[in-house]
C-alpha cells in the first residue's frame, strides 16, 4: 500500500514511523511549514527520508496515495481536506483523524467525497504518543469497513467501525474532551492556587479521598506538563468542543473557557526550559510555571 500524511506534527510523524516499522512503505507527506526549510516539520521529514517523501503541495502527496491520514490542527482540518481535491480523481481513504465537530467532519466528507475520494472519520480515543497506529479509533461512514479490511495486514491496529453516519464517532470524542481537557485546565488551576498558599499536599490527599487514585501528584504533573507541551493543539480541539455542545442545544459555558485556559498555558510553557517542563516532581515544575505565569494572568 501507498500511504500519503497530510499534516506532520507529532501524530504524522508517529503514524510514518509506525508504518515504517510494519510495513515498510513510502509514505508521502505535506506540512505547510515545509516551506520552512529549518521548521521542525521539515527536520523531521528530512530525518526520515529514506522511507518519507516531503512534498511540494497536498494535492501531490494524495495522488498515489492509496490511503491518506490527515493529521492537522482542529483549526485547519476543514481546509486540509479541501486542499487535497485534486489528488482524489482515483479514489483513495481519507481517514480524518483530527479532533473536530461532527459538523465539521460532514463538511470534510462532503469535500473528499465530490473530488472522487472516499472519506473515513476517524475519532482517536487515547493520546497518540503511548500508542502510535495503534490507538483505539472509532471510524465513521459507509467506507468504514471496508478500509479496516483493507489495513487487516497492518497487525494490531484498534478500528472500530462505529456507524454509517458521519459525526457520530466525533461526537464520542467531543463529548470526551470536555472531561478530558476540563481536567487538564482544572487541575492546572487548583494546583497553582494550592502551591500559592502552601497546601497542595493538603489538596491531593483530600482529592484522593473523594476521587480515588493511586498518585494524584503524578497525575497532576502529567496532565499539566500535556497542557504547557501542547495546549494550543488542545484549545483549537476545545474551540471545535464548544461547537459540539453548542450545536447539541446546550450552550458551552464551561468548554469555550477551557480553550482559553489552554491556550494561556501553552504560551507559559514556550517561557519554560526543557529541565523545568520535564520535571519529574509537581512542585518544581508548579514552581517553575508561578514563576511565569502570575504576571500574565491579566491577559491570559
Given at each position: 500500500m501507498r500511504f500519503a500524511i497530510i499534516g506532520f506534527g507529532e501524530v504524522g510523524q508517529?503514524?510514518?514511523?509506525?508504518?515504517?516499522?510494519?510495513?515498510?512503505?513510502?509514505?508521502?507527506?505535506?506540512?505547510?511549514?515545509f516551506a520552512q526549510p529549518?521548521?521542525?516539520?521539515?527536520?523531521?521529514?528530512?530525518?526520515?527520508?529514506?522511507?518519507?517523501?516531503?512534498?511540494a503541495t497536498p494535492e501531490d502527496a494524495a495522488r498515489e496515495a492509496d490511503v491518506i491520514f490527515v493529521s492537522v490542527t482542529a483549526g485547519s482540518a476543514l481546509q486540509a481536506a479541501r486542499s487535497i481535491a485534486g489528488g482524489l480523481a482515483h479514489g483513495p481513504f481519507v481517514v480524518d483523524v483530527?479532533?473536530?465537530s461532527p459538523s465539521t467532519k460532514q463538511e470534510a466528507a462532503a469535500a473528499v467525497a465530490e473530488a472522487g475520494g472516499r472519506y473515513v472519520e476517524a475519532a482517536v480515543m487515547t493520546s497518540v504518543p503511548p500508542h502510535g497506529i495503534r490507538s483505539p479509533m472509532l471510524l465513521g461512514g459507509e467506507h468504514a469497513n471496508e478500509f479496516i479490511a483493507l489495513m487487516e495486514p497492518i497487525g494490531g491496529m484498534r478500528l472500530t467501525a462505529f456507524s454509517d453516519r458521519i459525526g457520530a464517532a466525533s461526537s464520542v470524542k467531543m463529548c470526551r474532551s470536555v472531561m478530558i481537557k476540563g481536567l487538564e485546565?482544572?487541575?492546572m488551576e487548583c494546583m497553582l492556587a494550592a502551591r500559592h498558599y502552601g497546601v497542595e499536599q493538603y489538596?491531593?490527599?483530600?482529592?484522593?479521598?473523594?476521587?480515588?487514585?493511586?498518585?494524584?501528584?503524578?497525575?497532576?504533573?502529567?496532565?499539566?506538563?500535556?497542557?504547557l507541551l501542547h495546549g494550543r493543539r488542545?484549545?483549537?480541539?476545545?474551540?471545535?468542543?464548544?461547537?459540539?455542545?453548542?450545536?447539541?442545544?446546550?450552550?458551552?459555558?464551561l468548554s469555550a473557557p477551557i480553550a482559553r485556559r489552554q491556550d494561556w498555558a501553552y504560551d507559559r510553557g514556550r517561557e519554560l526550559s526543557q529541565e523545568q517542563l520535564s520535571a519529574k516532581?509537581?512542585?518544581?515544575?508548579?514552581?517553575?510555571?508561578a514563576s511565569v505565569g502570575k504576571k500574565k494572568f491579566a491577559t491570559a
Open positions: 508517529i503514524f510514518a514511523r509506525d508504518l515504517d516499522a510494519v510495513s515498510a512503505p513510502r509514505i508521502a507527506a505535506f506540512d505547510i511549514a529549518d521548521s521542525a516539520q521539515s527536520r523531521a521529514a528530512a530525518e526520515r527520508a529514506s522511507y518519507v517523501k516531503a512534498t483530527n479532533s473536530v485546565a482544572l487541575t489538596v491531593l490527599r483530600s482529592l484522593s479521598d473523594t476521587l480515588p487514585h493511586e498518585d494524584w501528584a503524578g497525575l497532576a504533573r502529567y496532565v499539566i506538563s500535556r497542557a488542545r484549545a483549537e480541539e476545545m474551540r471545535e468542543v464548544a461547537r459540539t455542545v453548542e450545536e447539541a442545544g446546550v450552550e458551552p459555558i516532581n509537581l512542585t518544581v515544575l508548579l514552581d517553575a510555571l
